[in-house]
């Protein structure tokens, strides 16, 4: 039976989906949810199993597969900084998402992914898709595979994180796992981004990417 530890922030969100798509696909697995404290203080034993954060305040002895590419991610200035120089593309701040699934053998492009005002509990909710004309779709596509080849990004489920500036793209961040706006993917994406997560990390084809009709 194979141990799968989701290392993240809080025991909820995207370390719950995340969860449920690994049960899905590996029923036998036993998954569970280390908090980066836990982790820090040494509660948690970490030998043989599968590690895959879902947070970028990782612990700085953790070894994972993309550890280069969470650490370009979460200096956000720094990392704006080498978009702007080495991809000429303008930065700023942005609150739409592509997510981009990025396979052994290419990139699959999900349909963006929008933010909504605030709701009574303070936090942001997204919806899925969010519609853009082709030419936007071909500025992020380009964006999204050039950046992802610049940092020689592990198969994994990526969210470029965008705004606009004026009649250009404009890159905010990058997130090396399916954060918070992935969860607007479930139910209406056929597999939704984290089974696509879980996928990507363990090998396993992905053929297509699809709006659910229901």
Not at 41 to 55: E, Y
């Amino acid at each position: 039976m194979s141990r799968v530890l989701i290392v993240a922030d809080a025991k909820q969100g995207p370390a719950v989906a995340l969860k449920v798509a690994i049960a899905q696909s590996n029923p036998f697995a036993e998954v569970s949810i280390g908090l980066v404290s836990e982790l820090n203080s040494g509660a948690i034993d970490l030998s043989g199993a599968i590690v895959c954060p879902l947070t970028l305040d990782v612990p700085s002895n953790l070894v994972f597969p993309g550890e280069d590419v969470f650490r370009f991610c979460r200096h956000v200035s720094a990392a704006r900084d080498r978009v702007q120089e080495q991809l000429q593309v303008p930065t700023g701040d942005g609150n739409f998402w592509l997510p981009v699934v990025w396979t052994a053998k290419g990139p699959l492009y999900a349909e963006a992914i929008g933010a909504l005002a605030h709701n009574p509990s303070g936090e942001l909710s997204y919806f899925q898709p969010l519609h853009l004309s082709d030419v936007w779709r071909q500025h992020l596509y380009d964006l999204a595979y050039r950046l992802l080849d610049l940092v020689n990004a592990p198969a994994a489920t990526y969210l470029i994180q965008f705004g606009f500036a004026g009649e250009r793209i404009c890159f905010d961040r990058l997130w090396p796992f399916p954060a918070a706006p992935a969860i607007a993917s479930v139910g209406v994406q056929v597999p939704d981004l984290f089974v696509c997560h879980w996928f990507c990390l363990t090998g396993a084809p992905i053929y297509d990417l699809q709006i659910s009709d229901r």
